[in-house]
C-alpha cells in the first residue's frame, strides 16, 4: 500500500513568502507533502495569488460575513476538514485561531513566530527585540495552543543582532531564517519524527 503525502492547510494575512518557501520546497521534494488550500483572511493577499500559480484552492474568507469569531473559525475548519488536511500551518496569519480549529486538529496546528520564545510574544515580536537591546533574537516554530505563542517548541534558530540593524535589515535576515526553517520543521512532521513529552518536542533520529 502506497502511503500518501502528508496534507497541509496553510493560513496566511499578507505577501505569503514563508507559504512560497513551502510550496518550493514541496515541488522539490526538500519537503515530502503538499499544501492543500491556502486560506486568507485578506482577499488583497499576494499569497493568494502565490498559491494559485501553482494550481493550489485559494481561499479568501470574509470576516465580516460571519456574526462571532465562532463561526468565522468553523468556517476555516470545515475548509481545512474538506481538503483533508493533517495538519494546519499558520505562516503569517495575524489573527487568533480559535478553539473550532485548535479542537479539531489537537497537536497538529503549526505557527511560526519571529522570535526566539518565550521572548518577544505578539504580532511586533522582531521591533521590540530591536528596541529592548538584546543581541540576539532568532525564529521559532511550534505547535500552537490555546494560549497565544506558548505552544511547546519544535525548532529554534537564533539571528544575531548588529549594532547598525535597523527594523528592516533585522526584518530581512528572520526572514531568511523563516523561509528555511519552516519547511525544515514541517519535514520533521512528514517524517513522523515529532513527539510532544510534555511541555517539550522530542525529535526522533531519522529513520
Keep these: 500500500m502506497i502511503q500518501r503525502k502528508l496534507r ?12 512560497q518557501a513551502v510550496i518550493d520546497a514541496c515541488e522539490s521534494g526538500a519537503l515530502d ?8 483572511n485578506h482577499d488583497a493577499a499576494r499569497g493568494l495569488v502565490r498559491a494559485r500559480e501553482h494550481g493550489i484552492d485559494a481561499v479568501w474568507i470574509d470576516r465580516g460575513a ?4 465562532r463561526l468565522y473559525n468553523a468556517a476555516i475548519r470545515d475548509i481545512l476538514r474538506d481538503h483533508v488536511c493533517d495538519y494546519v500551518v499558520m505562516a ?21 513566530h519571529p522570535a526566539l520564545l518565550p521572548s518577544f510574544p505578539g504580532a511586533n515580536s522582531i521591533q521590540d527585540a530591536l ?3 538584546v543581541k540576539v533574537t532568532g525564529v521559532t516554530v511550534h505547535f500552537a495552543n490555546e494560549e497565544f505563542d506558548k505552544g511547546p517548541i519544535i525548532a529554534q534558530e537564533a539571528v544575531v543582532i548588529a ?12 526572514h531568511e531564517v ?10 520533521l512532521l512528514a517524517e513522523d519524527r515529532v513527539e510532544i513529552v510534555g511541555r517539550k518536542v522530542r525529535i526522533a533520529p531519522k529513520r
Excluded: K, W
Excluded at 8 to 19: E, Y
Excluded at 66 to 69: D, F, M, T
Excluded at 92 to 112: K, S, T, W
Excluded at 178 to 187: D, G, K, N, T, Y
Design 8 to 19: 497541509f492547510g496553510v493560513l496566511i494575512s499578507g505577501s505569503g513568502t514563508n507559504l
Design 33 to 40: 507533502a503538499e499544501v492543500a488550500v491556502v486560506i486568507s
Design 66 to 69: 460571519y456574526a462571532s469569531p
Design 92 to 112: 503569517g496569519y495575524m489573527r487568533l485561531l480559535g478553539h473550532e480549529v485548535l479542537d479539531f486538529f489537537p497537536n497538529r496546528v503549526i505557527n511560526l
Design 131 to 133: 528596541e529592548h537591546g
Design 163 to 174: 549594532e547598525d540593524d535597523t527594523l528592516a535589515s533585522l526584518e530581512a535576515r528572520i
Design 178 to 187: 523563516e523561509h528555511r526553517i519552516l519547511p525544515a520543521a514541517l519535514q
